[in-house]
C-alpha cells in the first residue's frame, strides 16, 4: 500500500455467516437450505473484505468495525474478524431480521452503518458462497447513497480522503480513483487471509459484540425481514439431467453413412 500519511479512519467490513458448502444439503421439500446440516463459518471472500480492511488500518490508521445480521449463533463469525484485526463487532440480529431477501438485507446493513459515528470506506465480498447474487453490496452503497467499485482485485490509498481500485470485469482491467466514504467489494485476489493467533482467538472469546436490533438502527421493523422483502423463492425445481444416446455402427464406411442419415432423419439421438 505504502501511503505516508496517518488518518483515523473508520473502516467497516460487512461478514456474513455462511455454511460449508461440501457439507450442505438441500431440504427441496421446504425450498431451502437445511442449515443443521453442515458446519457455519465466515463467508470466505468477506475474510479478503476483513484482511484489506486490517491492512488499510495499519497502514492509515483509525479502526475497522465489522457488522453481520443473522441470529445469534453469528457471533462466531465475528468473533472471528475480531480475532483476525477488527477493533468492533455488531451484530444485528431479531426476529425482524428473519426471512430478509437481498433488498431488506442491504436496508438493514446500510441502517446500521449510517448509526455509526461516521465511516469512510465499507468492505465486502464480492459474493456470498450460498447466494450468490453479489446484489448486497452495491445496494448497500446505493441505499447510502456513496460511490462503489465492484470485483476489487487490487486497492491502494494513495492520498487523504481517497482510494485507487483495480477491478476485473467483462474481460478487462479498470483502474478508478474513487472518494470518500464508498464502498469497494473485492474478489479472493485481493489478498491472502492471515490466520489468526491462539491469544488473538482467546482475547476475541473475551470481546463484547454489539446486539443491535431495529431500533438501533432506526428502521421500522415492517421494513425489514421477511416483510420487507419484495422478493421470495416460490418454488424450486432441479432440472433432469442431460440422457445422451450413443450409436455404434460397425459397417463399411458407405453404409455406416448411410446409417447414421437415417438415425439423424429419423431423431434417433438424442
Not at 446500510?110 to 470506506?121: F, K, N, P
Not at 490509498?157 to 464508498?182: C, D, F, I, N, S
Amino acid at each position: 500500500m505504502g501511503s505516508d500519511f496517518v488518518e483515523d479512519y473508520t473502516y467497516v467490513v460487512l461478514i456474513k455467516q455462511v455454511l460449508d458448502m461440501d457439507e450442505v444439503e438441500f431440504d427441496y421439500e421446504e425450498g431451502r437450505i437445511d442449515r443443521s446440516s453442515a458446519t457455519p463459518e465466515p463467508n470466505p471472500f468477506d475474510l479478503n473484505a476483513l484482511e484489506e480492511a486490517v491492512r488499510l488500518k495499519e497502514d492509515t490508521g483509525g479502526k475497522v468495525v465489522a457488522i453481520s445480521m443473522g441470529p445469534s449463533q453469528a457471533e462466531s463469525t465475528l468473533r472471528d474478524g475480531l480475532a483476525r484485526g477488527a477493533d468492533e463487532a455488531i451484530l444485528l440480529t431479531g426476529q425482524e431480521f428473519a426471512g430478509a431477501d437481498t433488498w431488506a438485507t442491504s436496508l438493514a446493513l446500510g441502517r446500521a452503518i449510517e448509526a455509526l459515528e461516521g465511516y469512510d470506506l465499507v468492505l465486502c465480498g464480492e459474493k456470498t458462497v450460498d447466494g450468490d447474487t453479489g446484489q448486497v453490496g452495491p445496494e448497500v452503497a446505493e441505499l447510502l447513497g456513496i460511490p462503489h467499485v465492484c470485483f476489487a482485485s487490487e486497492l491502494e490509498q494513495t492520498e487523504p480522503g481517497a482510494v485507487e481500485v483495480e477491478a476485473e470485469a467483462w474481460g478487462a482491467t479498470y483502474r478508478k480513483k474513487m472518494a470518500l466514504p464508498g464502498l469497494v467489494t473485492v474478489t479472493k485476489d485481493i489478498n491472502e487471509p492471515r490466520l489468526p493467533s491462539f491469544s488473538d482467538k482467546r482475547a476475541a472469546k473475551k470481546a463484547e459484540i454489539k446486539h443491535w436490533g431495529a431500533e438501533e438502527i432506526g428502521e421500522d421493523p415492517d421494513n425489514l425481514g421477511i416483510s420487507g422483502s419484495p422478493t421470495y423463492v416460490a418454488d424450486t425445481e432441479i432440472p433432469p439431467p442431460d440422457k445422451r444416446e450413443a450409436l455404434v455402427i460397425r459397417e463399411e464406411v458407405g453404409d455406416a453413412v448411410n446409417k447414421l442419415l437415417e438415425h439423424v432423419e429419423l431423431g434417433g439421438l438424442g
